[in-house]
DNA sequence: TATTGTTTTGACCATCTGGTCAAGATCACG
DNA sequence: CGTGATCTTGACCAGATGGTCAAAACAATA
């Protein structure tokens, strides 16, 4: 039972290895598939030692995940209602392909969440998630309203977002395999994406 | 071990119970998240009834995806080359999400193995599915060049066909939780995914 | 250096899980 | 029926896994 700010340099550095390493082996496996002799392991700790900073392995695995909720939505935060539409909506885009080029395992630990149906995230998906996304499409609606925007579903267009980038990194493997060893699916995600929405978006 | 087609009648009623049980399971918690026992008893078998039929959790798994790969790539191959362009690309739109309303849970079977880095199957996406995907990114590339279509890359329009049609079965929770109880996911989309690709396709 | 609080670990435990096996129940067919 | 083949199951096993604990190692501070 450790308080929120490690006290310790020493506390906060192991807190932050096993995070990291849980995050790796989380993230490809799964929270059943994950062992905590793996996490240990790959933070450089004794199964034992990890549980002196975490109580079981199921805090470990909420800790990331509330953890991860916070710089998962900053992006579609960051859009801006008194900029210019287009450019805010492909400034998401652009920002959200990063994340998933920047932190795949981050993307994978969620995905894993949700095809589990959610059980440790239900909540917050519908209460917090919702209202972040109500605000974003109001905010859309009225672009539309406007004709800054084409008159399209904000709902969708939204997860249209989120498919298109997260599959770059939920994918990867898939991705790599159809396009062969030599090509670079993100550069190529971005154009692609850009075009895409760009002529999506125009009224 | 039991040969291909299931001789007897029991055999035949039995294999495929444990395959659907196997479906519904491993789809939901992956492969190291189900247990032989949550199958057999969702196939309505004991534990060594279910291992008299197949040798082992592995091979319930692998003929579960082999199966799957078949049905799974079937809208694709159905793209005819000598159809109207844009009609077949919004048709294999429409089958494949129809698919995800169909068939949710061999969606994300399929997923999860490809979030575990597809230890099963990078064989198959490398050789078959990605001799697939070029022969009709070929067809796609002579209809661009034809000007039927807009000039887009190939491969990442059937990327983002993929992930816009799978995310609706995949993240269905997410969805769900985002939209409200009172809306219609998959009616939803049709429209919306028809527009969108009617967008970009338009040359 | 002595003392106190923090960190680490080896040994251990209970439970779960994939898988085996021999014996019994059931079926198909002459 | 009767008999051989197919099917089913309870009991069991070995290894893995999440978690505990007391004692040892270490750090900090006086």
Known sequence: MNIQPPRTRIQRKNTQAI????????????????????IAAAAGLSKPNLLYYFPSKEAVHVTLLSQLMDTWLDPLR???????????????????LQMSRD???????????????????QEVLATDLRKLVDEKVTIIRGWAAAGKIADIDPHHLIFSIWALTQHYADFDVQVRAVLGEDRDPFAEAET????LFTKLLRP
């Open 19 to 38: 995070l990291e390493a849980a995050l790796l082996v989380f993230s490809r496996h799964g929270f059943r598939g994950a062992t905590l002799d793996q």
């Open 78 to 96: 960051e859009m801006d209602p008194d900029g210019e539409p287009v450019e805010e909506l492909l400034g998401y885009v652009r920002r959200k």
């Open 103 to 121: 932190f795949p395992r981050e993307s994978r630990l969620f995905a894993n969440e949700i095809l589990q149906g959610a059980p440790r995230m």
């Open 192 to 195: 692609f994406l850009r075009t």
